[in-house]
């Protein structure tokens, strides 16, 4: 048995793009996704990336962000009880099932805090 271990896979460029990500930042693209399902209703992962690029590319002060990322903040928000799950019939720009996300009813006060 060799006693070499296998690399992390957050080693290398994943890991240093993780620690580039500043809580400021982070916050800054939570309240993007946040006003998005505000303003324009239920949306899916997809979606939301689409919303996201169109206000990048509009407003300097937008973070740039990848899918992942947009992803990631949204997962954040579910856990905080920000956003949360639909029953609402979603697809992927693939034809397969994808989940329709909107605020949580009572998320709309807290969103007064961004």
């Keep these: 048995m060799s006693t070499r271990t296998r690399p992390l896979a957050l080693e290398g460029h994943s890991f240093e793009a993780g620690a580039s990500q500043t809580s400021g930042r982070v916050s800054a693209v939570q309240a993007i996704v946040a006003g998005i399902l505000r303003e324009e209703g239920p949306a899916t992962d997809t979606q939301i990336y689409a919303a996201y690029q169109r206000?990048?590319?509009?407003?300097?002060?937008?973070?740039?962000?990848?899918?992942?990322?947009?992803?990631?903040?949204?997962?954040e928000l579910g856990r905080r009880g920000i956003v949360r799950a639909t029953t609402l019939p979603g697809r992927s720009p693939y034809g397969r099932p994808a989940t329709v996300w909107a605020l949580a009813e009572t998320a709309t006060e807290g969103l007064k805090l961004w």
């Design 55 to 75: 206000r990048s590319a509009t407003d300097t002060s937008v973070p740039k962000a990848s899918p992942s990322s947009v992803r990631s903040r949204r997962a």
